[in-house]
């Protein structure tokens, strides 16, 4: 969990120094999560995704927005089998599930990928 975590302040680090001009790391009132606010004021969360592997060998991906950044834009990044990078990268306008396991394929992922 540990080195997840590090991964995703070096994530929200990257993007800001990638868009200086463009995005600011923030957090939101009595949270230390830090999230992403846009030039336009936007919010951004960034979230990452562990896996999982199933009996069959496959992996899956835990989905687990955080509540109060459910109605941000979301950077979903799924982690790679060690979670130490990002496999790949999805952005949803909003998360408005509580919780979802996410295969290689998922229709749900292509819709806002």
């Given amino acids: 969990m540990d080195r997840t975590m590090r991964l995703r302040r070096k994530v929200v680090c990257q993007l800001a120094e990638m868009f200086p001009q463009s995005v600011t790391v923030t957090h939101l009132p009595r949270r230390s999560r830090s999230i992403l606010q846009l030039r336009d004021g936007t919010m951004a969360s960034v979230l990452l995704c562990r896996t999982r592997k199933r ?7 835990i989905v687990q927005p955080v509540p109060v950044e459910s109605e941000f834009i979301t950077l979903l990044c799924r982690l790679n089998s060690n ?18 396991r996410s295969g290689k394929d998922d229709p749900w992922l292509e819709a806002f990928g």
Avoid: A, E, M
Avoid at 55 to 61: P, Y
Avoid at 83 to 100: A, L
């Fill in 55 to 61: 009996q069959q060998g496959k992996l899956r991906w």
């Fill in 83 to 100: 979670h130490d990078r990002i496999h790949s990268y999805y952005v949803f306008p909003r998360t408005n599930v509580r919780s979802h």
